[in-house]
C-alpha cells in the first residue's frame, strides 16, 4: 500500500487555439490541465471535484490516453502511459477502464447489451457460446440487472439501467483501475444512492483502484477515501475525505463546501454562505500568480505575483500562499 498504484507527475494537457481557415495560425492554448502531480494507492478511490470547466474530465481522457498529454508522465504499476505506442496503448486499456458521464452516449445504439458486453469480454477471455452466455449473464446480475435482457437494445433501459450497463462494460475486461466521471450527475436521486451503493460494493469485492469525478462534493463525501479539489487545470487542496469536508483548509475549497445544501430549514437560511465574485478566469489566459487570486477574498499582492505550490499543511496538501493567515483562529 505504501507504493503508488498510479502516479502522475506534472501532467499538462494544453489545446492550441487557432484562427483562419485555410491557413490555421495558432494564437494560444487553452489549458484544460496545467501540472497535475497525484497518486492513487491500490485500492483506494479518490474524489476529484471542481466547477464545471476546471478539466476533470480532460484529465481522465489524458490517463486513458483518449487524449494526448501534453507533458508529465503517467505511470500505472511501473509503466509509464504516455510512452506507449497507439497498439501498446490498446492492448494495457484492459487495465484501466472509463465510466463516462452519458451512459446513452457512450453505449452503442446498434449493439444488444449481449453485443455489447461480449465484445468488452472478448479483450481479456476469448470465449464464445455457452460460456460467453454465462459470463454475460453473471456479469449483468453483478450490476443488478437480469440476464433475461440482455438481447435488449440501450433505447429500452431507464437512465439508471443504462448506467448499470455502462458499468457492466467497464468491469468486463477486469480492470484494476476505473475512472468514473460523474457516473450519476444525469440520474435522479433515489438512483444516483443505488449506483453509489453499486460502486462502491464493487471496488470492495473486485478490489478495484477509482478515480470518481464529480461537482458534488456530498456525492464524493459519500464515496471517495480522499478528495482531490481542482480549480482552473491546478490541484489545490488533498486530503482525507471527512478532513476535506469538515475543515477545508483552501478558500477555493471553503467555498465549494459552503455550497452543499443543509437538510434543516433554519439551519439553510440562518448559516454563512461564501459567495465567489466573479466567473472562473478563462482558461486560455490564466491570471498569473495563484489562479484563484482574482476571486479570492484573502488574496494580497503577492498572490498575484507568486504561483503556490501544493505543500503539507495540517496532514493536507494545500495550493496557497496564505493558508496560515486563511485559517487562522
Request: charged share 25%; aromatic share 4%; hydrophobic share 40%.
Amino acid at each position: 500500500m505504501s507504493e503508488s498504484f498510479l502516479a502522475l507527475e506534472s501532467v499538462k494537457t494544453h489545446f492550441p487555439v487557432t484562427k483562419g481557415v485555410i491557413r490555421r495560425k495558432v494564437i494560444g492554448q487553452v489549458k484544460a490541465v496545467d501540472g497535475i502531480s497525484l497518486n492513487l494507492k491500490k485500492g483506494e478511490i479518490l474524489g476529484l471535484v471542481g466547477e464545471s470547466g476546471c478539466g476533470k474530465s480532460t484529465l481522465a481522457r489524458t490517463i486513458m490516453q483518449l487524449l494526448p498529454a501534453t507533458d508529465g508522465t503517467i505511470v500505472l504499476e511501473g509503466r509509464d502511459l504516455c510512452c506507449l505506442s497507439d497498439a501498446e496503448v490498446r492492448a494495457e486499456r484492459i487495465n484501466f477502464q472509463m465510466i463516462f458521464q452519458d451512459p446513452y452516449a457512450s453505449l452503442n445504439p446498434r449493439m444488444t447489451v449481449f453485443d455489447t458486453l461480449a465484445e468488452a469480454i472478448n479483450t481479456r477471455h476469448k470465449c464464445k457460446g455457452q460460456e460467453m452466455l454465462a459470463r454475460v449473464g453473471a456479469l449483468m446480475k453483478t450490476v443488478g440487472l437480469s440476464p433475461a435482457q440482455m438481447k435488449k437494445y440501450p433505447h429500452e433501459f431507464s437512465g439508471g439501467q443504462r448506467q448499470r450497463i455502462a458499468i457492466a462494460r467497464c468491469l468486463a475486461p477486469e480492470p484494476k483501475l476505473v475512472l468514473a466521471d460523474e457516473p450519476v450527475s444525469a440520474l435522479d436521486v433515489s438512483i444516483q444512492s443505488q449506483i453509489l451503493n453499486l460502486i462502491q460494493q464493487l471496488c470492495r469485492e473486485m478490489e478495484l483502484t477509482m478515480m470518481f469525478i464529480s461537482h458534488d462534493l456530498s456525492v464524493v463525501k459519500y464515496i471517495a477515501d480522499r478528495i482531490a479539489v481542482m480549480y482552473l487545470g491546478k490541484l489545490v487542496e488533498i486530503g482525507e475525505a471527512s478532513e476535506v469536508m469538515e475543515n477545508p483548509l483552501h478558500p477555493y475549497t471553503k467555498a465549494l463546501v459552503s455550497a452543499i445544501p443543509v437538510p434543516d430549514p433554519d439551519k439553510e437560511r440562518s448559516r454563512a454562505r461564501i459567495v465567489l465574485e466573479g466567473d472562473p478566469p478563462s482558461p486560455i489566459n490564466p491570471p498569473n500568480g495563484c489562479t484563484f487570486h482574482p476571486r479570492c477574498a484573502f488574496a494580497t499582492e503577492v498572490c498575484s505575483q507568486t504561483v503556490p505550490e501544493l505543500e503539507t499543511y495540517q496532514n493536507r496538501l494545500v495550493s496557497c500562499l496564505r493558508t496560515t493567515d486563511v485559517n487562522a483562529d
